[in-house]
């Protein structure tokens, strides 16, 4: 619970942040002041109340406790004796490092109530001003900065020369140590035993003898020349392990106040720390004790004080004690809102609170650089207030570690960005303002000194970038100049006419206008109401700097890993067996040619070692090779560099991958792999999140190798990409190589240039990532990255297996002279079988049917390939459809339709699904026609092969799809017709060679006639296959011709012939097909060469087989020659008969002069192809016009 001050409360702890408790509002004098408080943290007692002196009470006696520690008094009673300043001069810093939280963003100023209560005093004060300013964030820290203390330590120890002969040069030419008068020292030492005497126990005081003076005036007057000593730490002093620690509270930066208050002064928020002793008793619980000389007036200085004082402690009573040569007189009460209208005492609440925030603004308009050391000054008795820039100056003579606040500096500016990453979470907009905080630390740490500092917020930088996520950013600006990483608008200073501008006189000390950042020309501008406006408020703009890609990102990450990891390993000590590498010389990168590589079994070595190794972190202890020692700070910082470069090495390989820089991408994964083995070497247990990260490196990796073998073309290319290294990278390998050999990987990462080892180290890389996922027990943890392994070993599977299954077919294609399958086919067979089957259940096991379903499918076309080479072991001569080869079809033919059963059905992949289909189409076709081409007769009867051909070839049009409309769908009706085409041959041929069964045969003529009407009218849907139309046309003729000549009747012959002739007539669309294509192809040659090339492919008239069509049309002039001569004997012998029919005088006619002049047209030799196409056209037309004609007279 947070004590308001004055209540009796147990103190927390310190930096226990609580909520905020009001104080009152107070009305002062007509003007309202707004002033709450709220303590902290108090190291006080519950207040007891204070003891009233009898009068008469001699104070200049001691009392009996005097200077005894005491916790009533706190420090007060001691320090009031002049010592308070021995830890002071970082005291802001103490209290802000215990209050993190609210520096930098909440609190305006960070300091001592007594340096506050300078500051507001300077427009009615003729003492000097000195003080040191330090800026983080929007919060400005002040602290005293005692010159003569200082210049004391300075002619000691050689420190700060520069800042006394600038003194010396500039503001007082003749400097020399003021000492405090003897009256100084008397007043001290009566308020210090006055207020040992009002905390007495019973209340009386006990004076004891006066030898006891020089007891307590001995370090009263040697106090001053102590206090150098202990006020100044040297700078960088202190011993290594508190420079090492970031969290170490150095000497002089202790918070030693009683209390720490959070004060709200009109807007302005200050961390405040107070000595006051606080006692109870009175009309209030709190009231403030104070001694008076009753022959002093109260001034407004004192006023001011006590008002202060009490505002900021939240005391609402002041008593104050009257005495006459320190002998006691009377005590009075005076409530605080009275104060600023006592009797000689007046002054205005509102001009304070003017003064405040014009102070506040001039500090903050002018004190904009974080890390800096500003010095606010104003010389005794002067009215100008200056203010310069220590660290300026200091840089521009010195080495800037002479100055001593360096380094409590770095170390907040450090903190205040700790804490604020803890939340970064919360609000990444803050994401700027910590890079600035960490960057300006960075400037103030020397390496040699601060490697730790330099090294964590290194790391903190460098995890500000999110690696996983494209950042988005709003601002575009990003602010470059070093000094302006994080500034305030600054808005002109109004110089105001007035004549107290006169009072300033240029020629008083000229010099030091150009060294002064900025100059208050005349303490009573601070009165003026907001004469510096209040530029405070305005938040300072921290950019993020703008990535604009993920590599820009991972290399400033890269960056920031690369300077973390130099300090680690500069504050490592240099071991005589560490390899003696050169940062600028190039680590080589192992490349193998396939042939010293060792193939797939070196693989398998290097595989198990590689997971022996994995599996041994359980067990195994593993050490540096640069002897850091392990639970060191540079242990820690190593590990968490080094897998935050590796992180960001695998974004980089995977954006390289997206841009199909395969080259690139393999560099950048072998650097991320290389930091993975280094962390492993360090690490002696792998945290779960590493593991599955691993996993992930070794998956891309795999993807990687998978995409180069899919691209070997540009080899060239990737190898130029893989083996190019930036410096960056080579220092950051070379720190690795501190640690470890970096090799375990190597298996994973090389570049080969052969295919088969490409791929073989692709499904490595998949398998090791499966192992992984299984022996760390990650895989439940992480189904979603095991499903995507399992997959890629799958896919890696299906491609190994299509791989070998494509050599066999080449070895196939090569075998000539020898005709039995060799030994190497056979394997080829067996190690693509073997991949097949490994992928098929690696996609059951994910339920993945499609992918599965297309494995399955590519195995039935290994079995094809399989029967292709037992076919191609027999011979032509004799050649019969073996036993080898239906065995092998039968088993595609199995796969196929598991396929189709692991689909279930079409709209699971419609293309999957009509792709098998088709093939196993294709399975049963192939299997058919074989069969029927090389009838195995010496094993098989006619009539049984006969049926098999006919149920494989309906089996085959069953898984024809003809009716949907897709690409393959002209391929389908090609196939169907061809399938309708070679079962109407083979009916059409057992009709001829069949003799007995009259029922057999009527069933064949049937289906012979059915198929061949079917195989009509799917060759006239495509416009590509004129000479396979016109041959089913012509075996149509043929039929007839052979049904034609078992019949006895004219007029039942007369009709066949009829039939027949309109077959032939209905050849035109045939004709005129190839006719289009042969002028086509005329034009083109006409046209010459370059029209030729010019010409798309579907206008090419390369698909028309010459000899074909010439072989055809002889067949066919010769038919129509028959059918003609046949029909005008008949028509000629029926007309003697029965007399003249007007019908059949016409087509008898006609059918003379078709005959006539095919006759001719036969006969004349010189016809080109195509004008022999012309005449059959013009033939076709002429007996089309006397087609209705005919068969009206054959009715």
Known sequence: MEEVCGAAAAAPLRGDVEEPKQGSVLFLGGNEVKSSAVVKYSSAPPQAAFARLQEKTDLKLPPANWLRESAKLGPAGTTILGNNKKSKPFSSFGMAYDFIDSVGNDVDVVSDSENIKKLLKIPYSKSHV????????????????????????????????????????????????????????????????????????????????????????GPVSGESDEAGEASWPAPFEMPSSLSEDPGASNQGLKNDFVRNILWTFEDIHMLVGSNMPIFGGGRYPAVSLRLRDNNKPINVLTGIDYWLDNLICNVPELVMCFHVNGIVQKYEMIKTEDIPNLENSNFSTKVIKDIAQNILSFLKSNCTKEGHTYWLFKASGSDIVKLYDLTTLCEETEDKYQNPFTMPVAILLYKVACNMMLKKNQNKKHYGTIRTLLLNCLKLLDNGRHPQIIASANYMLSELFQLDEPKKED??????????????????????????????????????????????????????????????????????????????????????????????????????????????????????????????????????????????????????????????????????????????????????MILQKYGRALRYIKLALQCHDTYCCLCASMLPEVLVFLCQCLTLCGDIQLMLAQNANNRAAYLEEYNYQTKEDQEILHSLHRESRCQVFAWATDLSTDL??????????????????????????????????????????NEIGVFYMNQ?????????????????????????????????????????????????????????????????????FKREFSPEEALYYNKAIDYYLKALRSLGKRDVHPAVWDSVNWELSTTYFTMATLQQDYAPLSRKAQEQIEKEVSEAMMKSLKYCDIDTVSARQPLCQYRAATIHHRLASMYHSCLRNQVGDEHLRKQHRVLADLHYSKAVRLFQLLKDAPCELLRVQLERVAFAEFQMASQNSSAGKLKTLFGALDIMAKTKGAFQLIKKELVAESEQASEGKSAAENMSPTDSSTSLNKEEVLKLLSIFESRMSFLLLQSIKLLTSTKKKIGVINEEEAVLQTNKQVYSLLLRATANRSLTLLERVEVILNLLEQLTQNSDTGSAGIQ
């Open 756 to 797: 088969e080892c490409q791929l073989s180290v692709s499904c490595k890389c998949y398998e090791a990532a499966n192992e992984i996922l299984l022996f760390s027990n990650l895989k439940n943890q992480n189904p979603e990255q095991h499903v995507q392994v399992l997959k890629r070993m799958g896919n890696i599977r």
């Open 475 to 656: 601002s575009t600006d990003f602010p470059i100049s070093g000094n302006s990483d994080e500034s305030y608008s600054e808005e002109e200073e109004e110089m105001p006419d007035s004549d107290e501008n006169g009072s300033y006189s240029n020629s008083s000390d000229p010099p030091d206008d150009n060294k002064a950042v900025a100059i208050i020309k005349s303490v009573g501008e601070l009165s003026v109401p907001e004469k510096y406006k209040s530029v405070h408020r305005i938040r300072p703009s921290c950019a993020f700097p703008v990535c604009h890609g993920t590599e820009e990102r991972c290399r400033l990450v890269l960056n920031y890993v690369l300077e973390g990891l130099k300090s680690v390993d500069s504050s490592v000590k240099k071991e005589s067996d560490l390899p003696a590498a050169d940062p600028s010389t190039p680590i080589p990168l192992k490349y193998e040619d396939e042939s010293t590589s060792g193939g797939p079994e070196c693989l398998e070595k290097q595989m198990a070692l590689f997971l022996d190794k994995m599996g041994s972190f359980q067990k195994g202890k593993h050490s540096s090779q640069s002897g850091m020692i392990p639970g060191s700070w540079q242990y820690k910082m190593k590990l968490q560099l080094i897998l935050k470069s590796s992180k960001a090495y695998y974004v980089l390989s995977d954006a390289a």
């Open 130 to 217: 000195s003080m040191a300013v330090h800026r983080i964030g929007r919060t400005l820290l002040l602290d005293e900065l005692d010159i003569q203390e200082l210049f004391m330590r300075s002619s000691q120890t050689g420190d700060w020369t520069w800042l006394k002969e600038f003194y010396q040069r500039l503001i007082d030419q003749k400097w020399q140590r003021k000492k405090k008068s003897k009256e100084h020292w008397y007043q001290k030492a009566i308020l210090s035993k006055f207020l040992y005497y009002s905390i007495n126990g019973d209340g009386a005081a006990q004076p004891v003898p006066s030898t006891s003076k020089q007891h307590q005036e």
């Open 808 to 876: 066999a077919a080449a070895v196939q294609t090569e075998r000539v002279g020898n005709k039995t399958v060799s030994t190497t086919e056979q394997q080829l067979w067996k190690k693509s079988f073997s991949c097949f089957e490994e992928g098929i259940q690696n996609f059951e096991s994910i339920d993945d049917a499609t992918n599965a379903a297309l494995l399955l499918c590519n195995t039935g076309r290994l079995m094809r390939i399989c029967a292709q080479a037992h076919c191609a072991a027999e011979g032509d």
